[in-house]
């Protein structure tokens, strides 16, 4: 199997701690070995944390995907994982790739609500808050079901210093618990691998999002019909002939 992990963050020091996260997870989640191929955005922010950021990241996600897997450079992908929480343009992914495309906040939603009635997203940046709960509550699932909870550090402030943050993030999980989570999920590229150590801290499972992401890859699925595209001006090269190949299915 042959995965792409498309890093929506310009950091490319994130994409290096996913990638290396992910292969190391493979084996310890039972899963078979893949060949995942890492990919960097290749625009916008450093590290997503505002509404602004993640709609230029929207586009890039686009891009990106475009430039490998796209009908002038096929790859022989099997599926792409938008590695970063929240996933910009998912949804518009699915309408132009003939594979199936995981998102690390829809994959910890399914995987956790599999094992408890309510759980918690958590992750670094406050403004994570209002788009996680908007997020979560499109696929049907309100506060009752999914609470959203987030520490003042960014996920890369996280992902450069995690034994620092640890204690922060464990009395916020607490609180979850407190507040009635079955699961808590930690979200964000820049918290992959912090999941063992809370879970040494607290009475609930803790998931890590991109293990969810991995194991819902593998699960495998069929790719949703691609949708016929407008013509569009002004992209870049990929992305401009990605979208031309779609625009003609319509004629």
């Known amino acids: 199997m042959r995965i792409l992990l498309l890093n929506g963050n310009t950091d490319p020091a994130i994409t290096a701690l996913i990638t290396a996260r992910a292969r190391e997870a493979l084996p310890r989640l039972g899963?078979?070995?893949?060949?995942?191929?890492?990919?960097?955005?290749?625009?916008?922010?450093?590290?997503?944390?505002?509404?602004?950021?993640?709609?230029?990241?929207?586009?890039?996600?686009?891009?990106?995907?475009?430039?490998?897997?796209?009908?002038?450079n096929p790859q022989g992908f099997d599926a792409a994982i938008i590695a970063c929480f929240g996933e910009p343009a998912i949804e518009a992914a699915r309408e132009l790739l003939p594979i199936p495309v995981i998102?690390?906040?829809?994959?910890?939603?399914?995987?956790?609500?599999?094992?408890?009635?309510?759980?918690?997203?958590?992750?670094?940046?406050?403004?994570?808050?209002?788009?996680?709960?908007?997020?979560?509550?499109?696929r049907g699932h309100g506060p009752d079901r999914v609470?959203?909870?987030?520490?003042?550090?960014?996920?890369?402030?996280?992902?450069?210093?995690?034994?620092?943050?640890?204690?922060?993030?464990?009395?916020?999980?607490?609180?979850?618990?407190?507040?009635?989570?079955?699961?808590?999920?930690?979200?964000?590229?820049?918290l992959v691998g912090l999941a063992p150590k809370l879970a040494a801290l607290l009475p609930v499972p803790v998931l890590d999002s991109l293990d969810c992401a991995l194991v819902m890859a593998c699960r495998g699925g069929r790719a949703p019909a691609r949708v016929a595209q407008a013509p569009q001006t002004g992209l870049e090269p990929g992305l401009a002939r990605f979208m031309a190949d779609e625009s003609a299915k319509s004629k």
């Open 31 to 72: 899963l078979p070995a893949c060949d995942l191929v890492p990919a960097t955005a290749p625009f916008g922010a450093r590290y997503i944390a505002t509404r602004a950021a993640v709609a230029i990241a929207g586009h890039a996600v686009l891009t990106g995907l475009a430039e490998h897997i796209g009908a002038e």
């Open 103 to 138: 998102g690390m906040a829809e994959a910890s939603i399914t995987l956790a609500l599999e094992q408890a009635p309510r759980i918690a997203l958590l992750t670094g940046g406050a403004a994570w808050v209002p788009m996680l709960e908007e997020f979560a509550l499109i």
């Open 147 to 190: 609470q959203v909870r987030s520490v003042p550090p960014t996920g890369d402030m996280i992902a450069r210093e995690p034994e620092k943050a640890l204690a922060l993030i464990a009395e916020e999980a607490r609180q979850a618990v407190a507040a009635g989570a079955g699961v808590v999920v930690l979200g964000g590229a820049g």
